[in-house]
């Protein structure tokens, strides 16, 4: 049975079943976490075995101090310190050198190692708690839009997990920005909470892995291979102006196709359509990011037969929604 916590009183409870070798849901800054105790294999298996994770796609572990690092990391740049003043607590992974001693299948065999400090009350409560390090990837079955709030977390793992602490819905939206710190130059590895620009008043030059863009280029960051967030029905995004999206539109309504939209304010003001899916203002990114992933799992196969998305511009955390989407969708049309 999976336990229903509300965070205050819950909070004891749930720390003890991370410290029991449990696997717990959590609510973080990004998105929800599944997590377990990242020194113990059997532990972390468990957030394998509830998600359906393919083995070779590595954790991130999140600690509730600095001085934690030390336990699971070692030797890293003055690039991932700079990373840390700047940005911790907060939606930034640093990928640095692994010490060897998180369980292996952490960090699914590579020598480095992905953590993070969340910037959340209750995570934070929780990890100062537990004081140990937890590995904890999103807690959605594998393949499926990550959760912004308790219920999508029942939704998918009721049954498969000790328990979840609700902590209301999550503040961004989209997962932290991973970026490889060991070299001088950081790397942005998957794009994120923490945005390009923010990452470029801090250092002079900032990377992006070219397989971000390059579909033929190998992803350094694993989990970036797969296919992701996926909504149940097929998903596809209409590039060009609010007019090319109208058209498109009354297309597929021609063919007989029930259709439901993922749009901004701004978009849906000007169709007249039953199934919409408002994501904030495309003025306004950050709110398209808070929506993005509970609107696409707001379309079941009983409801539509497509969705249809609108982009969004591919600056601050809009590189993140696009990112997100564009692993999501069938096709760009
Ligand atoms: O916001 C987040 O980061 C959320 C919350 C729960 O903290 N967590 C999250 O975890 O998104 P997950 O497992 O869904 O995504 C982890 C990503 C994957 O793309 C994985 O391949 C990458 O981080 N990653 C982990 N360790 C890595 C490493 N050593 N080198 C490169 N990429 C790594
Ligand atoms: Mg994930």
């Known amino acids: 049975m999976t336990r229903l916590w509300k965070q205050e009183d819950g909070m004891r409870e749930a720390a003890e079943a991370l410290s029991a070798g ?14 377990a105790d990242a020194t113990r294999e059997e532990a972390v298996q468990k957030i394998f075995d509830a998600k359906g ?3 070779d796609n590595p954790l991130i572990v999140h600690i509730g101090e600095r001085e934690e690092l030390a336990t699971i990391a070692a030797d890293w740049t003055e690039t991932a310190e700079k990373c840390m003043d700047a940005f911790w607590p907060g939606p930034l992974t640093i990928i640095v050198p692994s010490n060897g001693k998180a369980a292996k299948n952490v960090t699914a065999g590579l020598q480095t190692i992905g953590v993070r400090m ?6 934070l409560k929780l990890l100062r708690e537990v004081k140990l390090p937890i590995a ?14 308790a219920e999508h977390v029942y939704q998918d793992l009721n049954g498969k997990i000790a328990g979840i602490v609700d902590g209301g819905r999550t503040g961004v939206g989209v997962e932290s920005t991973v970026v490889d710190c ?19 008043e801090v ?22 291979k797969y296919r992701h967030y996926a909504p149940e029905v097929p998903l596809l995004l209409v590039e060009g102006d609010d007019e090319r999206f109208v058209e498109k539109l009354s297309f ?8 439901g939209v993922i749009a901004s304010r701004e978009l849906a003001e000007k169709l007249d359509h039953p199934r919409m899916a408002v994501c904030g203002s495309r003025t306004d990114l950050s709110e398209v990011a808070v929506e993005l992933y509970g609107a696409l799992r707001s379309y079941k196969q ?9 982009t969004f511009e591919e600056t601050e955390v809009g590189a993140a929604v696009m990112n997100r989407l564009k692993k999501a969708a069938d096709r760009i049309i």
């Open 22 to 35: 449990e696997a717990v849901a959590f609510p973080t800054e990004t998105v929800y976490g599944l997590g």
């Open 53 to 55: 994770r393919p083995a």
């Open 118 to 123: 969340p910037d959340h009350p209750t995570a």
């Open 136 to 149: 904890a990837p999103s807690a959605n079955s594998s393949g499926k839009p990550s959760p912004t709030s």
């Open 182 to 200: 060991t070299a001088e130059i950081p790397v942005i590895l998957r794009p994120g909470g923490v945005t390009k620009e923010q990452l470029e």
């Open 203 to 224: 250092f002079e030059e900032v990377r992006v892995d070219p397989a971000l863009s390059d579909e033929e280029e190998k992803p350094k960051s694993p989990g970036m």
């Open 252 to 259: 597929y309504q021609q063919e007989g196709k029930r259709v």
């Open 302 to 310: 009983s409801d539509v037969d497509v969705i249809l998305a609108e």
